[in-house]
């Protein structure tokens, strides 16, 4: 496993915040069945309508630049779902056959996903582990994410099985060997599948180098890579002066996992850790292609 240790002395410099990439090989999990196992579930996700949302409301925006501000205060709203696409007909009505036809393209699909919410709690090396509900999904960060998302809730099929409960288990003892003393965590789970067309690509980050407003988070855990080029993990150090650095970059593989400090962690270990996710491209332009992971974003409640 690849940990902020080897990434210091090949950049010649020290990292100290926590940094982990592996496989699931080396959690102990076989990775056959693990994969073998997951797949199936990214074929039953919801369509991710609030991407879709926002970059409509991007597009409309730069078309009609002068009316910036008015589209504007429509955009949470109609990215929370309180209102419909009826609100933005004034300006959709008014684009040409070329702005019509992009419209249409960036108003395809290409995320889907899930969510789910467990607290894990360790008592003398014994898991405790609990499913909670959540009803919305809301991140501490400075962009569109801190609005309020409702997804559909994994099925218990996907996530209330053994080997599920394991990869939190193991997930939790990322975090443990890290800080030994804690005892509960809250990890959050999101099951997302990324989709590419010819005339679209499918992106996987699109807010840009980002914070998920998590203490730690595993950013993707790969499970199916399927007619695709592109989406290369990069790992970055946000400096003093507010410029990114990429201190690694690897393009992860069905079993392979990035795990990092996000945020807050920089005021523990000194170095403010960020992400990011290349858009996808199908290799072959006649079929779509997809990206499916599984994310967690993890928080240290005790």
């Known amino acids: ?17 926590p940094i982990r990439i592996g496989s699931v090989v080396d959690l102990g999990i076989d990775i056959s069945s693990f994969l073998s196992f997951f797949k199936p579930f990214f074929n039953e996700l919801q369509d991710d309508a609030y991407l879709v949302r926002g970059n409509q409301i991007k597009f409309l925006k730069e078309v009609f630049s002068q009316e910036s501000d008015t589209i504007e205060q429509l955009h949470k709203p109609y990215f929370e779902g ?16 070329d702005q019509k036809q ?15 919410a467990f607290i894990v709690e360790v008592w003398d090396d014994a898991f ?17 994410r801190v609005w309020k998302r409702v997804f559909t809730q994994a099925t218990k099929e996907a996530v209330e099985n053994e080997l599920f409960f394991t990869l939190l288990k193991k997930v939790t003892g990322l975090v443990r060997n890290i800080h030994p003393e804690i005892r509960k965590i809250q990890i959050t789970s999101h099951f997302m599948r990324t989709i590419s067309y010819k005339q679209i690509k499918g992106d996987n980050s ?13 950013s993707a855990l790969v499970i199916n890579r399927q007619n695709i080029v592109g989406a290369e993990s990069q790992v970055y150090e946000k400096g003093a002066s507010e410029t990114n650095q990429m201190i690694y970059n690897k393009v992860l593989a069905p079993g392979e996992f990035i795990f990092q400090a996000d945020t807050g962690e920089e005021y523990t270990f000194g170095n403010d850790l ?18 499916d992971i599984i994310g967690f974003d993890i928080d240290i409640l005790e």
């Open 1 to 17: 496993m690849i940990t902020e240790k080897e990434i210091s002395k090949k950049l010649g410099r020290t990292i100290k915040s």
């Open 274 to 291: 960020w992400h990011y996710v290349t858009p996808i491209e199908p290799v072959d332009t006649s079929e779509h292609g997809i990206r």
């Open 82 to 97: 309180t209102t419909t696409i009826d609100v933005l007909n004034l300006w959709i009505n008014r684009l040409d056959t």
């Open 206 to 218: 699109p807010e840009g180098i980002h914070e998920d407003g998590a203490q730690y988070i595993m």
């Open 102 to 116: 992009k419209f249409d393209q960036i108003s395809m699909v290409t995320r889907q996903r899930n969510i789910s």
């Open 128 to 144: 405790f582990i609990e499913r909670t509900q959540q009803e919305s999904f809301e991140q501490d960060v400075e962009d569109f």
